[in-house]
T-cell receptor, first 113, second 117 residues
Framework: AQSVTQPDIHITVSEGASLELRCNYS??????LFWYVQSPGQGLQLLLK??????LVQGIKGFEAEFKRSQSSFNLRKPSVHWSDAAEYFC???????????FGTGTSLTVIP | NAGVMQNPRHLVRRRGQEARLRCSPM?????VYWYRQLPEEGLKFMVY????????ESGMPKERFSAEFPKEGPSILRIQQVVRGDSAAYFC???????????????FGDGTRLSIL
């Protein structure tokens, strides 16, 4: 069965600190993996995606993620968090198009000064 | 190139009324997906449509919910006889035909926040 697990419901970090958000997935075929960010009252913005090639992918806003097939993980990282990064982050897995995405339950990020 | 447009942004209904949510996909996109986001939950797939066809409705509740994507005009998600449990954010996404180039498979709208009194 297809599913995505984000084990951390809420994370608080200090501004300037590093960040890692965890994502584990289960998918029957070769997965396309995505990280989205949602600011309050807004839609989803794509941060980055992975479907083949280099397992370390770079995204917007200084984010990166590493695909580890052996661990079925696709963790999101940022070396130095900014206050504007406070938001909800969703990991998703799916086909490229023509099929639904499976989303994790999200990780809420709070950034303190 | 305008993104996925959803309206209204906020919708308030009383129990028993009907809610109609609209989604205009991005230009050139022929695939539409509807997702529901309940408080403290991720997005859950509801239905996938192409023009005039429902491709996958495995996530749709069996009663009161329906969706369409007519040849002309936006996609409509319709909820009849709404109940308090229907209160949620409903997101629409669109994607181009499978043969088209795209650097992003599904583009999301800003959602419709539905509140049931």
């Amino acid at each position: 069965a297809q599913s995505v697990t984000q084990p951390d419901i809420h994370i608080t970090v200090s501004e300037g600190a590093s960040l890692e958000l965890r994502c584990n997935y289960s998918y029957g075929a070769t997965p396309y993996l995505f990280w989205y960010v949602q600011s309050p009252g807004q839609g989803l913005q794509l941060l980055l995606k992975y479907f083949s090639g280099d397992t370390l992918v770079q995204g917007i806003k200084g984010f990166e993620a590493e695909f580890k097939r052996s661990q079925s993980s696709f963790n999101l990282r940022k070396p130095s968090v900014h206050w504007s990064d406070a938001a909800e982050y969703f990991c998703a897995v799916g086909a490229w198009t023509g099929n639904q995405f499976y989303f994790g339950t999200g990780t809420s990020l709070t950034v303190i000064p | 190139n305008a993104g996925v447009m959803q309206n209204p942004r906020h919708l308030v209904r009383r129990r028993g009324q009907e809610a109609r949510l609209r989604c205009s996909p991005m230009k050139g996109h022929s695939h539409v997906y509807w997702y529901r986001q309940l408080p403290e939950e991720g997005l859950k797939f509801m239905v996938y449509l192409q023009k005039e066809n429902i491709i996958d409705e495995s996530g749709m509740p069996k009663e009161r919910f329906s969706a369409e994507f007519p040849k002309e005009g936006p996609s409509i998600l319709r909820i009849q006889q709404v109940v308090r449990g229907d209160s949620a954010a409903y997101f629409c996404a669109s994607s181009p035909p499978e043969t088209a180039d795209s650097n992003q498979p599904q583009h999301f709208g800003d959602g419709t926040r539905l509140s049931i009194l």
